[in-house]
């Protein structure tokens, strides 16, 4: 047995701030961690006699609580468990899904209650989570309770909630714990829409809106112009700096950690957008890392995300259209992806930024009687020799 007087201990971090001491067990030789917690003193056991690994464990303990990180416990509550997922690992991610973890975690621990604990989450909470977030509303759109929200913008936010449950199941305390030890919402089916709203804008709609777009404003009719030509998300229009844009090359740069899905890739620009953002740089001669949509308030920023809303309803209206639940910003790229769907995927994916070609397939492509027509006009037809045998080129398609 070890003395008291001869028994090992460690501490670092400042007296009264983030001061952690480790030290062995008089009988058994184990090593603790003692530090302050909320004012209260606590301490945690490290299930071993290692000192090396006790002082590493103490050093990354005593920086938590310089940076004001609550220590961990074994089955935490969800506001702690969001808490540090958005301080550990949300930084990691581009800004438009660090904004979406910040909001997601606010929305969840609405429903879910802050001091409930992750183990205890089960279908029940999933399928009210789903029914209460379809009819909470979007407030990115100023849509208050009672108007719905699609199976897809609730789906995101599960998402976020299985990310940080999967990571707590990977992440250790400061005793070495698991924090979960599994994901009790493994499995879980997602919200589906039996016929979710996808239009498309037609060409004429898009030449009607085009032509009044200089009346909302001139960078209204430069939006419009670049989502219709690169099919690209307007979120990631809207982050554009000069620096972005090759006049010279013909191309533009879409930086990654402004993508919603984080796809850094570079573009051709169409004879359009290359004389719609020359004829910007024209007016307002600027260059280098100036956004290419600067906020009006404040030109070091990009315009905010409810100007390009305005602009697009201000737009429709003033072309004497109709609204359409679900058409706006997003109906160019589905209308993109529509209007080139004969390229080969790899090169629309890129054209488009899209990372996976499933998603062209399954949410923005749309089918055609016309492509239908063509496609059985050229048929090609099985021969007695079993090769196939093509049809005349110039052959018309069916009436």
């Not at 005593?62 to 468990?81: F, G, I, Y």
Request: glycine content about 8%; some cysteine.
């Amino acid at each position: 047995m070890t003395s008291a007087k001869h028994r090992w201990s460690y501490s670092t971090g400042e007296r009264g701030q983030n001061r952690v001491r480790a030290f062995e067990h008089p009988v058994t030789g184990l090593i603790f961690l003692e530090f302050s917690d909320g004012g209260r003193r606590k301490r945690v056991a490290l299930s071993h006699r290692l000192q090396e690994a006790a002082k590493v464990k103490a050093d990354e303990l005593a920086l938590a609580l310089r940076t004001n990180a609550k220590p961990l416990e074994a089955d935490p509550t969800l506001q702690v468990l969001f808490e540090n997922y958005v301080r550990e690992v949300t930084p990691q991610k581009g800004m438009h899904k660090q904004r979406h973890d910040r909001s997601a975690a606010k929305r969840l621990t609405s429903f879910l209650r802050p001091d409930r604990r992750a183990s205890t989450l089960n279908r029940r909470d999933w399928d009210g989570f789903i029914a209460w977030r379809s009819t909470r509303g979007d407030a990115r759109t100023g849509k208050a309770n009672g108007h719905e929200v699609g199976a897809r913008t609730v789906e995101y936010d599960l998402k976020f909630l299985q990310s940080v449950l999967n990571w707590a199941v990977m992440a250790r305390d400061a005793a070495g714990r698991y924090l979960l030890q599994r994901n009790p919402l493994k499995g879980m089916p997602w919200p589906r829409e039996d016929s979710p709203r996808r239009p498309v804008l037609t060409a004429t709609d898009y030449q009607a809106m085009r032509k009044v777009a200089p009346q909302v404003s001139e960078r209204c009719a430069l939006a419009l112009v670049l989502a219709h030509e690169t099919g690209h998300r307007i979120g990631a229009i809207r982050l554009l700096r000069w620096s972005d844009v090759d006049l010279e090359g013909g191309s533009i740069r879409w930086r990654g950690d402004q993508d919603k899905i984080g796809f850094d890739h570079t573009t051709p620009l169409s004879r359009d957008a290359l004389r719609a953002l020359k004829k910007e740089r024209k007016a307002r001669p600027v260059i280098g890392e100036a956004q290419v949509f600067p906020a009006p308030e404040d030109g070091t920023k990009p315009c905010p995300p409810d100007l390009f809303r305005i602009w697009w309803e201000r737009a429709e209206s003033l072309a004497g259209l109709k609204h359409e639940p679900g058409r706006g910003w997003h109906s160019l790229r589905r209308k993109f992806a529509t209007e080139l769907k004969d390229v080969p995927l790899p090169d629309l994916c890129l054209l488009g930024g899209w990372k996976d070609p499933k998603t062209i397939l399954k949410c923005y492509q749309r089918p055609d009687v016309g492509t239908m027509r063509a496609a059985l006009a050229t048929r090609a037809r099985l021969g007695s020799s079993g090769a196939l045998e093509r049809p005349n080129r110039h052959r018309e398609s069916t009436p």
